[in-house]
């Protein structure tokens, strides 16, 4: 519960009731102020037209455009980081190695490193004179401004919460299932499916929806990556910026609750995960 | 099954682990792995069970009835292994995970359905746990997951039981009934079965024989009679029960006359130290001319327990710790501060270092 009971047992552990509530009262306005409100000014500036321009507004082309590439860039990033989380957090939890602590740095560097970077780093290898522009030239593969490059930025990105998610559930069980799995003659692949997948695999969805939810409203990297060509390389949250700036207020907002909804189900969805993975 | 382990080495890092070690194990027999923590015990076992390697270089064997099984994988080596914290499937019903074992054979080994259930249920009541199929791990006791445990290593009908501090994570009463109970499953299973522990009461209570282990090395081989009466070492005697140190001196070459250094100001140095149990000290009011005496004050009495615990501190102020049977205390009238005379009944000599 969010208030205090307070009784004769933990009288003296309890701060005097004046402070409670000043407490209290503080965390919530601080909540609804910076979280709830722009939640409800989203989605009251989205209908504020009516229904029909909302729906005009997120089922125009481009704006469909923008929302079938947020989610193709989030269907091929999510798997990769999965699998690659999956095998990253396998290695970090099983076995100790040299340069393992170096790894885990690595894993963490797209958190430290700001997104606008991430996407330059983008532009600086397959950009007009990156360094590895000869390399894509010769595949005649365009990634800077195109979809391959969205979808590659997205994945740097997202890359660290499937696998950060995992590492620390895996450690802290430990081997010993696996272990007592083996000795019972079970083969690799029946030693993973039936006893370390089961184990995590509330972690592991937890890991997927952070990691969808992210790819899904990535921003900066993309943004510096796209080119934004409309209804070619714009995604959901470009396209609700570009309409903002054009003063189409109705319309950003109305795609901007498109995102939010997707948020709020990826939220819902979270949460029950987190729970379950708690047990 | 017999086991014969020769010249097997294993190293973590720079430390070894496991020293050139080679020991047998009867088939049929319960055997103790004692040892303080890192002494290897666990690591021999896990050797044994194939989830350890032995170092490459080292040119060791382990050898199953005649076959050297060191290149075979856990699985292939058939070892029922119980894990120190059980290490149960979380996700399963305990009948599914004794069932594991069976479960993922190959399609032309694994059981029918049918014969999975009755082997489990069997089992179940063997370990004295028939109507808990369907709980999870999570609503048994310790004392009923060590046992389901136990259970599903047996599932796959091993003739080798490796146990590791198999009572360990236990409280003191369960565990001295699970220990009596392990030796009834033991005889009736007959299986070569092999268990580590560092509580010396439990590995002389359960075990045919205790093999004590040190630093990477066996200390000592033989019945819980010859290792609690005939320790081959000072490390044995000291890790098997109290002791009392002293120094002396070996005057001649009978061993026998030892001259307690610390009594008769000898100017010479020590040359041997004797360690005598707490329960292998007579007391006499009187002194006796006659015989080996260690006169000592009374500093402390505990009555309270089995026997008489006496704080003693001799000549040097050096504490020597006896114990007595209540009916001897309450004859002498021993109280704090009395001088008494301590006789030695038995005692071990070990030679210290260079003469």
């Known amino acids: ?279 | 099954m017999t086991i014969s382990i020769t010249n097997i080495t294993k190293s973590f890092g720079n430390s070894k682990a496991l020293d050139n070690i080679s020991v047998d194990f009867t088939a049929g027999e319960l055997t103790a792995l004692l040892g303080p923590s890192g002494c290897g015990k666990t690591t021999l076992l896990r050797l044994v069970a194939g989830l350890e390697q032995a170092d490459p270089g080292c040119g060791g064997r382990i050898i199953f009835n005649g076959q050297n099984v060191l290149a075979d994988t856990a699985g292939k080596r058939k070892v029922g292994f119980v894990f120190q914290h059980y290490a149960l499937f979380r996700h399963m019903t305990v009948f599914d995970n004794i069932a594991f074992g069976l479960r993922v054979r190959k399609k032309s080994q694994r059981p029918t359905k049918a014969e999975i259930k009755e082997r489990v249920y069997s089992l179940l009541e063997l370990v004295q746990l028939g109507n808990m199929a369907d709980r999870m791990p999570s609503e048994l006791s310790g004392g009923q997951r060590q046992r389901v445990a136990l259970a599903r290593a047996l599932a796959i009908e091993p003739e080798v039981l490796l146990l590791d501090e198999p009572f360990g994570a236990l409280d003191a009463k369960v565990r001295t009934e699970l220990r009596r109970w392990l030796r009834q499953l033991h005889d009736k299973l007959n299986c070569t079965s092999i268990f580590v522990t560092h509580d010396q009461e439990e590995a002389l209570e359960v075990a045919d024989r205790v093999i004590v282990m040190n630093k990477g090395r066996i200390e000592q081989i033989g019945s819980p009679d010859e290792i609690f009466h005939q320790p081959a070492s000072e490390f044995v005697m000291q890790f098997l029960g109290e002791v009392n140190v002293f120094h002396g001196r070996i005057e001649s070459d009978d061993p026998q006359m030892v001259h307690f250094y610390d009594q008769t100001g000898q100017t010479d140095q020590p040359n041997a130290r004797m360690l005598i149990r707490p329960h292998d000290l007579d007391i006499s009011t009187e002194p006796d001319t006659d015989k080996r005496q260690i006169p000592a004050t009374i500093t402390k009495i505990q009555t309270a327990g089995p026997s008489v615990r006496l704080d003693c501190r001799d000549n040097n102020g050096k504490i020597v710790n006896v114990r007595i049977s209540h009916d001897i205390f309450n004859r002498l009238q021993l109280f704090i501060g009395q001088n008494i005379f301590l006789t030695p009944k038995q005692l071990q000599i070990y030679r210290s270092g260079q003469k």
């Not at chain 1, 509530?21 to 909540?31: G, K």
């Not at chain 1, 006893?195 to 943004?223: H, Q």
């Not at chain 1, 907002?253 to 029950?272: E, G, N, P, Q």
């Open chain 1, 1 to 279: 519960m969010l208030f205090f009971v307070q009784n004769k047992y933990n009288k003296g552990l309890m701060p005097p009731a004046w402070l409670n509530w000043t407490l209290v009262v503080i965390s919530l306005t601080f909540l609804a102020v910076f979280l709830l409100l722009p939640l409800v000014i989203i989605f009251t500036e989205a209908f504020r037209q009516g229904m029909t321009l909302w729906w005009q507004s997120i089922s125009e082309p481009e704006a469909l455009h923008a929302l079938k590439l947020t989610l193709l860039t989030a269907a091929v990033a999510v798997p990769a980081n999965t699998i690659f989380g999956l095998a990253a957090a396998w290695c970090l939890a099983k076995f100790r190695f040299f340069g393992r602590n170096i790894i885990i740095t690595l894993i963490d560097l797209p958190f430290a490193v700001s997104p606008i970077i991430a996407g330059m780093l983008f532009v600086l290898l397959f950009g007009a004179r990156g360094y590895l522009r000869g390399i894509t030239d010769s595949l005649d593969l365009q990634i800077i401004f195109a979809v391959p490059g969205i979808i590659l930025a997205t994945m740097f990105i997202t890359f660290p919460f499937v696998a950060r998610e995992l590492t620390g559930l895996m450690t802290q069980q430990g081997s010993q299932a696996e272990q007592a799995a083996l000795s019972l003659g079970a083969s690799g692949w029946q030693t993973f499916w039936h006893i370390t997948l089961p184990d995590i695999k509330w972690g592991l969805l937890y890991g997927i929806i952070l990691c969808n939810a992210r790819a899904m409203g990535e921003f900066g990297a993309v943004s510096v990556v796209s080119g934004h060509i409309r209804g070619k390389t714009n995604t959901l949250p470009l396209h609700a910026e570009i309409l903002y700036n054009e003063y189409n207020f109705s319309a950003a907002f109305a795609v901007a609750s498109l995102l939010a909804f997707l948020a709020l189900v990826t939220l819902v969805i979270k949460s029950i995960a987190e729970r379950r993975k708690k047990r």
